[in-house]
């Protein structure tokens, strides 16, 4: 059994974890020191990110609509997620890591002109 991070607890609602192949299903528990992630399926499962290591949070938002899907990144790499509970979930992390990291993913069109601002800048070297 894993020992959680936490010594209290703000939110606990279900998601699904999309870390490797497939979807889990699962918990998340969002405490006083950090996000974790239980597998309902398998106990050992688990993702832990405590607070301090998060380096920004991306939501789905469109037409002032947050879309059930997020992103965690981290300094050791990004965890892809999904809950019903996605406005409440980011509403307890903000608490915890601040305004400026909890981000808009940026849309399809915004991620094309990106590209294209991209190549435009190494054809001009």
Known sequence: MVQSLNSSVALTTQGIS???IGAQYGKFLLGDKAFEFFNDNNVDDFIQ???QSMTAVYADVSAKKIGRRFRIETDKGSFNFS???TGRLLKVTREHIGDDK???NPTLLKRIKGVFKKKDKKGAR
Do not use: N
Request: proline letters at 8%.
């Open 102 to 104: 909890v981000l808009k």
């Open 83 to 85: 809950s019903s509970e």
């Open 49 to 51: 990110i405590p607070w």
């Open 18 to 20: 999309f870390l490797g």
